[in-house]
């Protein structure tokens, strides 16, 4: 697995006034994604990527069970409609090739990776990426979100601030 360098820019950026409006973006980028998707959150801890993760994985038809944090598992599967998802968690995450022994390879190219704490995989976190980042705001309930992607992701993502 080999770390290509691909040209980010900024694609959205928004101010997210609640749960609720967090929510409704993970909805509206669940429309966009598809098979061979990675999408790595950050930001810091406490900051809404596990709630972010959730409501994505629900907006993409999983209604079976709760949606467990991986935080101690590292990793959690969800087989969707159209493809699986791999949820990880690698906050806990010692080694960046340890990722290899949680199947990340295979996450990698047979579903979409949702990727928690990804700068733990160092230089094996994939150049062709959607980068989510999250970051405090004024109010105790906002977050500010500012999506990174390639001339691709902007492309699908385009329209993505629109109702």
Not at 28 to 55: M, N
Not at 67 to 85: E, G, R, W
């Amino acid at each position: 697995m080999a770390n290509i360098t691909v040209a980010m820019s900024q694609i959205y950026q928004e101010e997210l006034s609640n749960f609720r409006a967090t929510a409704h973006l993970a909805e509206r980028l669940a429309q966009c994604l598809r098979f061979g998707d990675i999408v790595a959150l950050q930001g810091p801890l406490g900051v809404g990527k596990t709630t972010f993760a959730r409501a994505l994985i629900r907006a993409l038809g999983w209604t079976e069970s709760e949606i467990p944090s991986p935080t101690f598992t590292l990793v959690q599967q969800y087989d969707l409609a159209d493809f699986s998802l791999w949820h990880f968690d690698l906050y806990r995450l010692e080694d960046a090739e340890d990722a290899f022994e949680l199947g990340i390879e295979e996450a990698f190219s047979e579903g979409v990776s949702l990727i928690e704490w990804p700068d733990r995989l160092g230089r094996y976190l994939p150049g062709t990426r959607l980068d989510v980042l999250f970051s405090f705001a004024e109010s105790d309930d906002a977050r500010c979100v500012t999506i990174e992607g390639d001339a691709a992701w902007a492309d699908r993502l385009d329209g993505l601030g629109h109702e």
